[in-house]
């Protein structure tokens, strides 16, 4: 299956978000969960961590292709700016000519947060423990 | 989810480690495992984050690969110094996790390298179900604070 625009998904970040991906990663950074001490860091403040904007794209797949193709997909991104206690992130992509998408995770004033190439894998069949290997 | 199993760094005393400084790392060494397994409760905070993300009830949704990793990460490159930055991420998925399995990821180093003045540190870590097999791969680049 080949789509051309990838349908988007959005999230709202907000300290309870990332609150809540620091109990599930374990990731208690005070850049992430500590205004005070984010404050007085080069960031200026609070930023979210990198990964809970880069699930989005995980989610791209499974959205626009089926859970699946998440078996077998590859991402290439690079945590290109930091995302803002407030900020609205959006995930999306568009295919590319050589194979595979151009993906994205961009705010709410459409710069780009996230950028990289994603290809998702190839449905098959599978069943038991089976799956393909990375 | 299960509780971490011992994995971290301690010196050959027992104390507290050193701090994981760039200097430090050896590249080509394994930093351990960690074996973990994404329960329902765990699976029940994630539709709370991510509530438009859909995935079959008996399943982890494809993403938890990357909390794994990251979990893994924290725990067996401890304690770090502050401010190190997550710059790129290379990741592929493998085999569904299923509630119940046992995923335990192996945190290698594959590169440091000092480049205009910042200090890159790749680290791979590789997840594996109950089973051996493979459930994610990922390449985490990092600038490393100290």
Sequence with gaps: MNI?????ISRDIDMAAILAYAEIT?????????????????????IAH???SMNLIWQLVSANFGIEACNGASIDIRFARPV???????AGGVSRPEGGYDVWVRNQEDV??????????????????GGREP | MSGPQPGGNPDACGGEPPVLTFDRFVVGKSYGSLTEAPDAALVGHWRGLYP????PADCAPPAMATVLMMRAYMHLLSPR??????ARQQMTLGAPIRLGDSVSTEVECVGKELRRERRYVTVRARGTNQHGVACFDGVLTLIWAA
């Excluded at chain 1, 950074?29 to 080069?42: G, M, Q, R, S, W």
């Excluded at chain 1, 780009?112 to 423990?129: L, R, S, Y």
Aim: no cysteine; proline share 9%.
């Design chain 1, 112 to 129: 780009a947060v996230i950028e990289g190439t994603m290809q998702p894998g190839k449905p098959k069949a599978h069943g038991g423990q």
């Design chain 1, 26 to 46: 374990g990731d208690f950074n005070p850049i992430h969960v500590d205004p005070a001490f984010a404050a007085t860091t080069a960031m200026g403040g609070v």
């Design chain 1, 50 to 52: 990198g990964t809970l």
């Design chain 1, 4 to 8: 051309k625009s990838l349908s988007t």
């Design chain 1, 84 to 90: 803002r206690v407030g900020d609205r992130v959006t």
């Design chain 2, 52 to 55: 438009q993300d859909e995935f």
């Design chain 2, 81 to 86: 110094p502050p401010g190190n930055i997550h």
